[in-house]
């Protein structure tokens, strides 16, 4: 497809600790278009934001670093891309929202002048002009009295403030696509409800394709195209958003839509998947996910489910897929 | 509070009075112009600068008040050399009476064997002693800096061979390395400062990559790399304020150790020569006399002692304040 504006081909991520090597993204592929988004949930630990970092080209490495695999800005795969060409790319083509508003500005400067210096440094704009532009930016996040926030520090600030403005650096390069890493989950829910309509306006209106990174499976549903449920480094269930919901296919992603509360329901305790995320380095054999799925067979343990096409972009990587759709419950419930 | 800074304040013009009475002519005279301009200028400085936020954190604590009146006494003293000097360094006495004189009245540290006033030569020594041991602390502090933070943010091969290079540097003999610098020179103040600025660079270029290293990684540091901001711009920003604390305490520990190693130069024939004073030549030139003639060496090393000790009492203090995780025993950094 030629009109992906960001596309990940098998990507996959090492980490390397006291001198052993772990796959921590293990053959990731999505893509998402212009106007598009694609919702990427899954535990803490799963590898899912440093994909985003991966795409931003700031891994912590050498602790982290690329084993294989493209990322394409727009068809040209950034992986090899010289540091100059990268740093243009950023802010730019592909801007990024980071998960802890509270550590991400800094903190000696007002949140005006930080807007105002990338405006000033990548967008090409006088010290004016910048300055009058943050403060329309501050409006558009839905900051209210801009000019008299756009003088204060950060710490002058509650934490949706600072989110808000972080939202609001990042959509000042009027970047292609946006990487939101968790970026309400700091926020009360009227902010965050505001946050994403936010996003969905500027989707509709500027062609912005956004890529939501949570743990939260209710927040992508009215808000994403396309979800990917990541295990262990692993998509392990891939489809449209609507499907994804009405027919879960990957035992992990019906025990993640089992432990959601829901409103109007009587039962007090909610179900839980057993056990936990398994360590990079002690990837279970087979199937990561076989230890904690009461599906899992004796093939699970042994030979490891390839994401396979079940129709419709329908994207599953489960052995038994075709039990737990029938299934359709988390055993237990 | 008022009333001390009112009397720090005075400092300037007492001094000034005190010349002037002693010779009114004094505070015109070319070499004393600018140490009367400064001591005008004094009250205006005292007022207008208020100790802020880490400085006044600092100033709690008694080492940091010890530290710095020390220093800043010092500093003064320095500033101030053809004011309150009692006659010029170089003036000398007469060959057969003023000879070795021991303290007294009229010269309250006694004279050399050339009669000359050995109170005058100290004061005039903290000119030339503060100067090169400040300066050079400023090129190895920038030279180490740039250094580490170049090795800190490119990382990969750029860091391994800058910092083994930092390794091979720091495993010659600090003293060779002068030595060897030294021996194609006659050796003038300024290129004391060089010298001493090009072999003290290395523990801080340590301290910064590893300062640095780990923040590359940190909340509005990855942000500001993540919106395609330029190397220097994230540098001067984003980074360098966040490593100023033990940078600026590193620093002042160093400038006792600077000290020490210009009166070592000196003491060695190697540094600071005739027609300059510093403590370290001063100590040199009575270092055969010590059992009789014991003032000539003496007061310029209680000179020396009280910066070491005042810089030392006051970088600790500022390490302490600067402190993120402040409350902890405060770690020795080795040199």
């Known amino acids: ?52 970092l991966a795409v931003m080209r700031l891994l912590p490495r050498p602790a982290v670093d690329f084993d294989g695999g493209q990322i394409r800005v727009d068809g040209t795969d950034i992986i090899g891309l ?32 930080q807007i105002a210096e990338l405006l000033r440094e990548r967008m090409d704009m006088g010290r004016q002009q910048a300055a009058r532009r943050s403060v329309e930016l501050l409006d558009e996040v839905g900051i209210d009295d801009p000019a008299r926030r756009a003088r204060q520090i950060p710490q002058e600030l509650s934490g949706g403030m600072r989110q808000r403005v972080m939202i ?38 500027r062609g912005l ?28 269930e891939r489809a449209p958003t609507a499907r994804l919901f009405d027919r879960p296919s990957h035992p992990y992603t019906l025990g993640l839509l089992a432990c959601r509360p829901r409103i109007g329901e009587q039962r007090r305790t909610l179900p839980t998947i057993g056990g936990q995320v ?56 | 509070m008022t009333g001390r800074r009112a009397t720090v304040a005075a400092i300037g013009p007492v001094v000034l009075l005190f010349a002037f009475l002693r010779e009114p002519s004094l505070p015109l005279r070319p070499d004393a112009i ?80 050339l009669g000359r006033d050995m109170l005058s030569r ?11 041991a400040v300066g050079s602390v400023v090129l190895s502090v920038g030279l180490g800096t740039l250094v580490g933070a170049v090795a800190g943010w490119r990382g990969g091969r750029v860091d391994g061979v800058l910092m083994r290079a930092t390794d091979l540097a720091l495993a010659f003999p600090r003293v060779f390395l002068i030595l060897l610098l030294v021996a194609f020179t006659y050796p003038s103040p300024q290129w004391i400062v060089v010298v001493l600025g090009l072999t003290g660079w290395m523990s801080v270029a340590r301290l910064v990559r590893g300062e640095l290293r ?56 190697l540094g600071v020569q005739d027609p300059w004073v510093s403590w370290g030549l001063l100590i040199r030139s009575g270092r055969d006399l010590l059992t009789g003639e014991w003032w000539l060496a003496f007061f310029p090393g209680l000179a020396i002692v009280l910066t070491v000790v005042g810089f030392n009492l006051l970088g600790d203090a500022l390490r302490a304040a600067l402190d993120p995780r402040r409350h902890h025993d405060p770690v020795a950094l080795e040199d």
């Open chain 2, 34 to 113: 600018g140490s009367t301009l400064l001591a005008l200028a004094w009250p205006f400085i005292v007022w207008g600068l208020r100790p802020t936020g880490v400085m006044a954190r600092a100033l709690e604590e008694d080492r940091a008040r010890v530290g710095g009146t020390l220093v800043l006494g010092l500093c003064l003293i320095a500033a101030w050399a053809p004011l309150l000097a009692p006659v010029s360094p170089a003036l000398q006495g007469d060959p057969v009476l003023d000879r070795y004189r021991p303290p007294g009245m009229e010269h309250w540290l006694g004279t050399d064997l």
């Open chain 1, 82 to 113: 010289d540091a100059e060409s990268m740093r243009r790319l950023r802010a730019r083509r592909v801007a990024m929202i980071f998960q802890e508003p509270m550590t991400s500005l800094n903190p000696v400067f007002s949140v005006g002048e």
């Open chain 1, 209 to 236: 394709a956004v890529v939501l990174i949570t743990h939260d499976l209710a927040l992508v549903a009215g808000r994403s195209d396309e979800v990917a449920v990541m295990y262990a480094g692993r998509i392990v």
């Open chain 1, 168 to 205: 609001a650096i990042a959509l000042a390069g009027e970047p292609d696509v946006l990487l939101a890493d968790e970026p309400t989950t700091a926020l009360a829910v009227t902010v965050q409800a505001r946050i994403l309509d936010l996003l969905d306006s500027l989707r509709a209106n």
């Open chain 2, 122 to 132: 100290v004061i005039h020594g903290a000119r030339v002693s503060l100067s090169i």
């Open chain 2, 214 to 269: 780990p923040r590359l990684q940190e909340g509005y540091v990855l942000a500001a790399r993540s919106l395609g901001f330029g190397a220097w711009r994230i540098f001067f920003r984003h980074l360098l304020p966040a490593i100023a604390g033990p940078l600026i305490a590193f620093s002042t520990l160093r400038v006792g150790n600077a000290i020490l190693a210009e009166s070592f130069l000196s003491f060695l024939g």
């Open chain 1, 278 to 333: 398994c360590d990079a380095f002690e990837r279970p054999s087979g199937c990561a996910f076989h230890p904690r799925c009461p599906f899992a067979t004796e093939r699970c343990s042994q030979e490891t489910p390839a994401l396979a096409d079940e129709g419709e972009g329908h994207m599953v990587a489960c052995f038994e897929s075709a039990r737990v759709r029938e299934t359709g419950v988390w055993p237990g419930v």
């Open chain 1, 1 to 52: 497809m030629a009109n992906a504006v960001l596309e990940l081909e098998s990507l996959s991520l090492r980490l390397r600790r006291e001198g052993r090597t772990a796959r921590v993204v293990d053959s990731v592929s999505w893509r998402v278009a212009r106007s598009g988004s694609l919702g990427i949930v899954g535990e803490s630990g799963c590898g899912k934001s440093l994909q985003a």
